[in-house]
């Protein structure tokens, strides 16, 4: 008996693993944020987990300027306005040092988790993907790839623009790992580029405000 | 004219501080309590609708299933036992059997889902038999599948979201990069279907390179009896059978040993708010002897007094009470959360089933126990002597 105990409590692990973190249905969190803290912040010695929404943040006029700044009905943000967005604020010895966020993006053959961490001036300090389907998927794993985007900030996307792959600039010059992984490739880009949009209304606009 | 409830009231606002203490230790036990028994209902409300929401009563597997699901998980399916689909014709014969369907579950490993790779699990079911064992299931968006071996996916809600999938889309089983085309998407269920990826058998045994199954669920006729359709399916070789009824009772003996442990810590609980009640209206006698003796002098019989410290008791265990429950009702998804983490398994739905009729039940129970409580000091009031009192007193 206890043999198909067992069984049954496998079986929800077994059905939900296909969607490992289902849990966190649209917002995106890291899977275990003790673990990768430290590893996309190096500096870090703590960090605090906030949960903000679009809602709560500014409600429809916000909602519209963030879709204004995506500027394509190809940067959709994936969730309703009151879903919260999870947020690490990284400290190194009690003093705030940088942010950890991520989005969901769609790729060719599921969902893109795209992270970044950035420090308190909006430059992006490490870049990680989560979780990417497909053949060569691995490509944009790699470490390389991820160095590529270390330094940039928002300002590198006003020259290029992800959606028609068109422009010049950082972003222009990285060019795709996986070439077969053409719409995955992009989706990365549009990712993080909703990503900083995202960072930049939740967190540094407000704080240049208040300079 | 001033009534023996505002003297009562007066009495216990003399002491606020005290008061205050003793209500909030009445209101945490009410707390503890009323949750407590929201969850003996509410989990085996919920076990039910999993159980119910299975759409078959009885499942056969390959013996050792259970172990190799672990593996399946930890492995991505190398390892998995196998039946043989001619299985489900024998078990169709049997005259208690209403409905039967082949299933085979697979796991493959994805290396970029997480820092070090993750699984994706599949569920290959039948199209023709397994729609009907599931009729509560309704589509966000699409339907079932086209054919019986179509490369096509249905999406559990869940799975969907986190996969970003509408119908059209593609996905792809990782180690084997078969593409499927979502055709499907289910509206959420809340059990573990939400996370799910549904393939048909056919497909799935193409691509996983098998023609068996691993698991027939069955649905067994109304009123029929299941014991005997168990003895007969063990009759088959090499299968073990797993019934839910069975397994449901399984998991509630489990569970009982940790609803003993929260029923011993509630009555603890208990204890230590009424004996906070006793003390606090026995301190309020004794600080009132000189009074009491007054009132004795004055006319008031020993039932005058008697009562008029028991409705002290009766209003200090009633609003902790009334205030317990409202915090256990406000509380109760936290409280959800926080067995969720604690408990083996946990089925999917609200745990905490507080109703209105539990919280009566709750309430009176305390109310019962602290009037029990105040009974001592009830009666020490009661018999105060009114000269000896005041002599002291002066």
Known sequence: MIKSVIFFLLLPVICLSGASAAVAAVACDLNDADRDVPRLFRESTSYKTFYVSIGERGGPPLLKRIENRLGSSYLPLYAPIDVPYTLYEIYRNGEKVGYIHGVNQKGQFGGVQIFMSQDLAGRIKSFYIQKITGKSAGKFRDVKFAKKFVGMSLKDFDGYDPVTGKGAGRVAEITNPAPEMETDFYAVLRGLKKNLILMDEFVFAPERGKQ | MITPFQIACRNLLRKKVRTFLTLIGIMLSTWVMVSLFGFNKGYEKALNRDIENMGYQLMVMAKGCPYEAATMMLQGGKGLRYMEQSMVNDIVKEPEVEKVTPILMQAYFDPNKGESGGIAGYFGVDPASYPAMKPFFRFRSGGWFHDEAAQEVVMGYEAAELEQREVGDMTMVPEKNVQLKVVGILERTGT???????????????????????????????????SKLETKLYQLKDVQVVSFSQVKQTILKLIATARVMVLSIAIVAILIAMVGVVNTVLMSVLERVQEIGILKTMGAMPGDIFRLVWTETLILCSVGGIAGIGFALLFAQVTDILVRRILPYAPGGGLVAIDLPLALLTLVTIVGVGLLSGLYPAWKAGRVRPLESIRREG
Request: proline content about 3%; glycine content about 8%; charged content about 30%.
């Open chain 2, 192 to 226: 573990q279907d939400d996370g799910t990826i549904f393939v048909p058998l056919k497909s799935l045994q193409r691509i996983a390179g098998t023609a068996k199954i691993t698991t027939v669920g069955i649905k067994v006729k109304k009123d029929a009896d299941m």
